[in-house]
């Protein structure tokens, strides 16, 4: 039996998408990281937003201890942590898959994060091993992985991996920042692995008409409407970049009433903090 724990999401508060699978055979988390904007409406993170990432940053080193795979898709601040906010002790013994640290990925990534974060966990897995376009087997669980994507519309902001987990005939898919999708590339894994359920950072609009383009947003929409036509799809769950903005449904009413957040999916409220930052500061 698969099962799924969406842990900290933009729609709880905070900048991430930190999941956990569950199956009979291996416990999988993904992208154990949380993190704030810096600035947003000229103003730097509310206290409400750093109690919040503190909170869900415990979730998440809890969920991690007695996880068996680590995957990181990528190497921004919200999808890693350096033993800032989450102890670096859940690498201890665990099989960690990773977005190759040096193939298809842009400067920042490759000169700085990705070889910050491996130092960072020297000597704590069992192993470590480059994912990008591979499978893994645990039990009758496979771990399967996208080739490396763009990060978004276009290659500046680096590549990610998709990752797809599958057991017992239920497979459960996890996008990364595809910002979308809005690539054909990126939206490809999700059509051909026909997940039961699909984490999907959605459209990027509260950056709409600057780094996100009308035409960018309606191939977006046209993807997600082919993804939710897919036969064994039961839950479409987009978030991320997607609730950056209060009125994240009105972007997209084709389809606005066919998906969930990370908070509604997990029973909760959407508290987009972020948006809500003038609000809090009382502005």
Known sequence: ML??????????????????????????LIDPSVALAPRRFGLPPHEREVERMMELARVIEEEGRDS??????HYHYDHFDLGRKISLSIYE?????IKHPRENINRSQRVERAPLFLRSIEGLPGRIE????????????TIRFSRAVPHGTNTRLGYVIEVLVESQGERFLFSS?????????QAEFVLRADPHVAVVDGP?????????????????????REILELPSLELLILDHHLCRELDFRSRMPAISNRFRTAAEASGMRNDLLEARRRELYGR
């Open 3 to 28: 099962s799924f724990r969406l842990l900290a999401f933009d729609s709880m508060g905070v900048r991430s998408m930190a999941t956990v699978v569950e199956t009979g055979d291996v416990k999988v």
């Open 68 to 73: 068996d795979v680590i995957v990181i898709t």
């Open 93 to 97: 013994g665990k099989d960690v898959l």
């Open 130 to 141: 480059f994912a990008d376009g591979r499978e893994f087997t645990y039990g009758s669980t």
């Open 177 to 185: 920042d595809v910002e979308g999708p809005s690539l054909r590339e």
């Open 204 to 224: 990027m609009t509260y950056m709409l008409g600057f780094r996100y383009s009308g035409d960018s947003l309606r191939a977006a929409e046209e993807n997600l």
